[in-house]
């Protein structure tokens, strides 16, 4: 893992066309605001146009934590911090790596959820790239329109699932943007090989439509072939203009997600996080709540509460997981159920979308869900269901009495729709409970023991996995690949952590976590056949080579 140098980096020469004056100061890469020194300031322009006494970098992070804390609300909040890398890119990931545990939940979930249904009305300067349903025909010209040619990760919305929130069009845009700083915080992706973009569709939400402040085409979705065409455009267009980069869809509805996964999956560098991402981070979650409880995974089952992205995104690499422990695979999908909005996922039924009916077992119909808990027996529940409270007490209390150590897994975002809270999780299994969550919770304290909740964050594997396909030029992202991710994951869970209860590192450890995610994905790429450049000699150096940190230049 790269360590901060001690002394500014030397830059040997500039360019002839290195911005200088007010330029620069808008250069939001290369700016370093009050911290250029006397000499720079001479030399590029700068001497007037900044008071005259230089800060340490360390002076600026202090000084933005300071104001940071001092917002009123976390929206506040939001809206300084994502402010910051349009005028200082360095000193933004400076503070949110020194202090991920305190700035993810304001970058990313759970506050993001809230600020992208006021992003038209918090909006301050666009980021990334909008792409709608009028640019057909010319998605690789809008594309070229974008300053950095180099782009490693494109992190794509259509806004029609944000989160638990559901449509919000163009107003998603908050997603990828806060997904790509989690790519550069996280797993140090440079920060100019990340692009996020919004395909406009319309919304299909008449709030959204009718709200004057907007940032969305006030027009119902595009569907059918025409929104179809369009998406094929964008994919061929990106493989075109840039051949090296990773595309992840994000927060696509469950009817696009799933097939758009499987039409491209094979024919671009392409993964859904939401899909896969969910799965690996749940089925590390799993492991090593397995290993507090002191069971194996194949002596499991798993009730789901909803049968969208998330919850077969998981059933799918449990399966794996247990395939790979010796399981057939007729046995290992009989060890997963789901419950959707309608009722028990069962052969029976006639009206499951065809992403459903690999989990449909024979089974008589169950229309409630307290009723499949008790006709199952399950050991563990996962709720991915996107409703609050759905995880009541008579439930967990049932799901206490059946097991020692019951998994109670609820993963839906934001906060706000949590299935249940930590604390009711712990009060009402009287403190037996595994359990995680999809956004944070604080510590609870329950009869004289404190349980450190484990958050089941996708950011513990997308940017390694990211990270790792970069490293070896992937030219696709696997199932075999996440499994890895999900295993080195599982792997960085010590024993301190497990009798806190915590069955996730902290996040305080997320970039060496990131890095050894990076190179469990890049051995399966090259033992697949997918690398795109020679293995190097020490390949898990090279992985550690590319990761940024941000550090100011010392130009003269």
Known sequence: MPTKSTAPQRQP???????????????????????????????????????????????QVARVLENLRRKPSDLEKYIYLVSLPDRNETVFYRVVIDHIQELMPLIYTPTVGLACQMYGHILRRPRGLFISAEDRGEVAKVLRNWPQGDV???????????????????????????????????????????????????TDNAERREDPLS???????????????????????????????????????????????????????????????????????????????????????????????????????IVAALRAEGLSEAEAR????FFDSKALVVKGRTDLAQHKRAFAHDHPPVNDFPAAIAALGPTALIGACGMPGKFTRPMLETMAALNKSPLVFALSNPTSKSECTAQQAYEWTGGRAIFASGSPFPPVEFEGRTFDP??????????????????????????????????????????????AGRIYPPLASIRRVSARIALAVAEVAYACGLAGRPRPADLGAHIRSLMYEPEYRHYF
């Open 152 to 202: 490693r990760i494109v992190v794509v919305t259509d806004g029609e699932r944000i989160l638990g929130l559901g449509d919000l069009g163009a107003d998603g845009m908050g997603i990828p943007v806060g997904k790509l700083a989690l790519y550069t915080a996280c797993a140090g992706i440079h920060p100019t090989q990340c692009l996020p973009v919004t395909l406009d569709t319309g």
């Open 215 to 317: 940032i969305g085409l006030p027009r119902p979705r595009l569907r059918g072939p025409a929104y179809d065409e369009l998406v094929e455009e964008f994919i061929t267009s990106v493989s075109q203009v840039f051949p090296r980069a990773l595309i992840q869809p994000e927060d696509f509805a469950n009817h696009n997600a799933f097939r758009l996964l499987a039409k491209y999956r094979d024919r671009a560098c392409l993964c859904d996080d939401d899909i896969q991402g969910t799965g690996s981070v749940v089925l590390a979650g799993i492991c090593a709540g397995l290993r507090l409880a002191g069971t194996r995974l194949v002596d499991q089952r798993f009730l789901f509460l909803g049968a969208g992205e998330a919850g077969l995104g998981v059933g799918e690499l």
């Open 334 to 337: 009989q060890r997963c159920w």
């Open 454 to 499: 484990g958050q089941a964050n996708n950011a513990y594997i997308f940017p390694g996995v990211g990270l790792g396909a970069i490293a070896c030029e992937a030219s696709a992202v696997t199932d075999e690949m996440f499994f890895a991710a999900a295993q080195a994951l599982a792997g960085e869970v010590g024993e301190e952590d497990l009798r």
């Open 13 to 59: 020469e500039l360019p002839a066309d290195f911005p200088r004056g007010l330029r620069l100061l808008n250069d939001a890469v290369r700016n370093k605001g009050t911290a250029f020194t006397g000499a720079e300031r001479q030399a590029l322009g700068l001497r007037g146009l900044l008071p005259p006494r230089v800060n340490t970098q360390e002076q």
